[in-house]
């Protein structure tokens, strides 16, 4: 009976470590809003299913030795942060498109802490954080997931490293998104403050005895709130899309992990 529940520890605990260290990149379940016993306790149900759903009919087998069981440990934890990583790379170049944004309103001083970045965020960055949380359970983004979950032990074998070349490239790839992302969302208030500074340039050498930048500076934060407001239709089917477009993204790189 012993030598049936050790083995079958063993890998419920490497499945379980999988899934927790997912968890710690993924977006929402990472946030430090969100309670660590109960991600936790979601890791551990996840692993039971996964276990007696998919591992237990596929035979897979361990080594018990102390020295094998830190090794494969370590291969999930990283295939985890692997995949949760990808995850989030949309909710990162949002919160970079919030800074490019906040800066050209000058606003940049306005910066509040971001917990799920555990870095300092502008105003208006955590404003867009916060319309891409609410589409991705608009959108069962949560589901990802779980079908992350599924597909990566079905597809990476516990204990594969999964560091592998073509999964390195794309990471590479899709890290390349986050400053893509940022620059398509905030272009069109980029692009109106280029021109309203080009206007102060010009209005500072028509009239000198005007103090242009004291003038306009509380003008262009109206303006851009007004931009902002206005664009807002635009950002959420944006981030729409890229939302339900990026599960086959985050297929293609487990695929290459399996690789």
């Known amino acids: 009976m012993t030598d049936i529940l050790i083995p079958d520890f063993v890998i419920t605990l490497l499945i379980f470590l999988r899934i927790i260290a997912m968890f710690s990149a993924a977006p929402i379940l990472s946030h430090k809003a969100f309670p660590v016993l109960g991600r936790i306790l979601i890791a551990a149900v996840l692993a039971y299913i996964s276990f ?45 498109a919030g800074v490019l944004i906040g800066i050209d309103m000058g606003l940049s001083m306005a910066s509040v802490m971001n917990p799920m970045m555990e870095t300092e965020s502008t105003a208006i960055g955590e404003l867009l954080n916060i319309f891409g949380t609410l589409l991705f359970f608009l959108i069962n983004g949560h589901h990802y997931l779980i079908r992350a979950i599924v597909v990566s032990f079905k597809v990476i074998s516990i ?21 893509i992302i940022a620059i398509k969302m905030a272009a069109p208030i980029m692009v109106s403050f280029f021109l309203i500074n080009l206007a102060e340039g010009i209005i500072s050498r028509a009239i000198p005895q005007m103090q242009v930048f004291f ?32 599960e086959n993204s985050l297929y293609e790189l487990i695929r290459a992990m399996g690789t």
């Open 159 to 179: 204990g594969k490293y999964t560091v592998t070349e073509p999964a390195f490239q794309l990471l590479i790839k899709y890290s390349a998104m986050i400053f």
């Open 52 to 96: 007696i759903t998919i591992i237990k009919t596929t035979n897979v087998h361990v080594e018990l030795d102390f020295v094998s069981i830190v090794l494969n440990g370590v291969k999930e934890v990283i295939t985890g942060l692997m995949i949760g990583f990808m995850l989030n790379i949309i909710f990162y170049g949002i919160d970079f």
């Open 215 to 246: 003038v306009t500076q509380p003008l262009k934060i109206g303006i851009g709130f007004i931009l902002l407001i206005a664009s807002l239709p635009v950002y959420v089917y944006f981030i729409n899309n890229l939302l339900s477009s990026f």
